[in-house]
């Protein structure tokens, strides 16, 4: 029973503070300002995520870019070694290999 008289008097005081609201703040004036600033900040939060998402493509260009210089290095130093250590066949002479015997 105290409960649902403290539960009353909540409900009745809050209705009055509202009802006595609009008298000292205009409700318009305060909804249009804070629909206004979450405009302002998802504004803001979409150009903060498309500078993070520029910022991750620049990181993914240089590591492709260093990725491909690496491997290219590679592919040199190995096509140089193979073609300084291997002997070279001349077309005439070909290399005969003997069949493979069939099991």
């Known amino acids: 029973m105290l409960e649902g008289l403290l539960l009353l008097a909540l409900g009745s005081g809050l209705l009055a ?4 609201l609009p008298q000292k703040v205009d409700a318009m004036v305060v909804v249009s300002e804070a629909i206004a600033d979450l405009i302002r ?4 939060l979409l150009e903060a995520l498309l500078g993070l998402a520029a910022v991750i493509l620049i990181a993914m260009l240089l590591l492709a870019g260093l990725l491909a210089l690496v491997s290219g290095v590679f592919r040199l130093v190995k ?3 193979r073609l300084i250590s291997s002997e070279r066949v001349k077309p005439s002479q070909r290399i005969h290999r ?6």
Request: proline share 12%; hydrophobic share 30%; no cysteine.
């Open 17 to 20: 503070f509202l009802s006595w």
């Open 41 to 44: 900040g998802l504004g803001q």
């Open 79 to 81: 096509s140089f070694t």
């Open 98 to 103: 003997r069949p493979r015997p069939r099991r």
